[in-house]
T-cell receptor, first 112, second 116 residues
Framework: GENVEQHPSTLSVQEGDSAVIKCTYS??????FPWYKQELGKGPQLIID?????GEKKDQRIAVTLNKTAKHFSLHITETQPEDSAVYFC???????????FGAGTRLFVKA | GAVVSQHPSRVICKSGTSVKIECRSL??????MFWYRQFPKQSLMLMAT?????????EQGVEKDKFLINHASLTLSTLTVTSAHPEDSSFYIC????????????FGPGTRLTVT
């Protein structure tokens, strides 16, 4: 079945450094790729998304890139802050009522 | 915009009793709602998908008689855990999506269920 692989599972960076999380999807028909941030004891929050007709999208300190040919997409966080510490999930889906497939999550620690 | 609420945020119940969790889309109409279960330090496990006015579609391995889902309106879905047992203790999260052509999925804050 469809699968989304996410790496790394844990990432520790120093405050101010950049963090990169990578995902690979298997369903070539996927056309929507959201990223969620989940803080301890809370529900996931949509932080950025990208559609298959776009290669890159940026929103302040976060950016997402998509390589459709390789079926890879990545989340980039620049100038990390302690409040960026959380679990990040990537996901892939396609329009038309199909379910979203989530990656296993990346636990990001930003050390002050 | 795109706010999803869940109630209660925490619930403790005794083994054998039933618990109902409500999920509401506050500022949009949710044609599709999803229920997830999340174990500590793990990803989201989809339990079922429900469309307004129709029966929920359950994922393989999820007991539909144990986890009753009702999506009675475009802003409300409920999950009832019937005859709860300690192994049902978990973090339950709902999410909602707007129209059929929309992709964005918004999550509620989750409900921590503890069965004693």
């Amino acid at each position: 079945g469809e699968n989304v692989e996410q790496h790394p599972s844990t990432l520790s960076v120093q405050e101010g450094d950049s963090a990169v999380i990578k995902c690979t999807y298997s369903d070539s028909a996927s056309n929507y790729f959201p990223w969620y941030k989940q803080e301890l004891g809370k529900g996931p929050q949509l932080i950025i998304d990208i559609r298959s007709n776009v290669g890159e999208k940026k929103d302040q300190r976060i950016a997402v890139t998509l390589n459709k040919t390789a079926k890879h997409f990545s989340l980039h966080i620049t100038e990390t802050q302690p409040e960026d510490s959380a679990v990040y999930f990537c996901a892939a889906s396609r329009t038309g009522g199909f379910k979203t497939i989530f990656g296993a999550g990346t636990r990001l620690f930003v050390k002050a | 915009g795109a706010v999803v609420s869940q109630h209660p945020s925490r619930v403790i119940c005794k083994s054998g009793t039933s618990v109902k969790i409500e999920c509401r889309s506050l500022d949009f109409q949710a044609t599709t709602m999803f229920w997830y279960r999340q174990f500590p330090k793990q990803s989201l496990m989809l339990m079922a998908t429900s469309n307004e006015g129709s029966k929920a579609t359950y994922e393989q391995g999820v007991e539909k008689d144990k986890f009753l889902i009702n999506h009675a309106s475009l802003t409300l879905s409920t999950l009832t855990v019937t005859s709860a047992h300690p192994e049902d203790s978990s973090f339950y999260i709902c999410s909602a999506r707007g129209g059929q052509g929309e992709s964005e999925q918004y999550f509620g804050p989750g409900t921590r269920l503890t069965v004693t």
